[in-house]
């Protein structure tokens, strides 16, 4: 059974840091693009970051480069993304998801993953003053 756990979230100030996890088992984590999503209250689910375990190649939406860094640690079956200079609007529920593969969609707007998709439950991030 493919199981994904996120961790890390919790509160925190605006301009402050996060950093998730994103622990994967039961699939063969070489061959997945892992990805990082957010759902902020009223709004669609977003693709934020995105990175190909076997070559990691990185990819990341316009609203968080160069503020969130995703990395992995394939040792560890492990996904990272580090969030720095945190803002109120990234205030969401972040889920990773497992796919075949990642891109970037509408001119780099948002990350889309693509092919076999396996979710996590997600984890809870309050950027508040």
């Known amino acids: 059974e493919v199981q994904l756990v996120e961790s890390g979230g919790g509160l925190v100030q605006p301009g402050g840091s996060l950093r998730l996890s994103c622990a994967a088992s039961?699939?063969?984590?070489?061959?997945?693009?892992i990805g990082w999503f957010r759902r902020a209250p009223g709004k669609e689910r977003e693709g934020v970051a995105c990175?190909?375990?076997?070559?990691?190649?990185?990819y990341y939406s316009h609203s968080v480069k160069g503020r969130f860094t995703i990395s992995s640690e394939n040792a560890k079956n492990t996904v990272y993304l580090q969030m720095n200079s945190l803002e109120l609007e990234d205030t969401a529920v972040y889920y990773c998801?497992?796919?075949?593969?990642?891109?970037?969609?509408?001119?780099?707007?948002?990350?889309?993953?693509?092919?076999?998709?396996?979710w996590g439950k997600g984890t809870l991030v309050t950027v508040s003053s």
């Open positions: 998801a497992a796919h075949t593969g990642c891109t970037l969609y509408s001119g780099g707007a948002e990350v889309l993953g693509y092919g076999e998709d396996y």
């Open positions: 039961g699939l063969s984590f070489d061959d997945y693009a």
């Open positions: 990175i190909s375990t076997n070559d990691g190649r990185t």
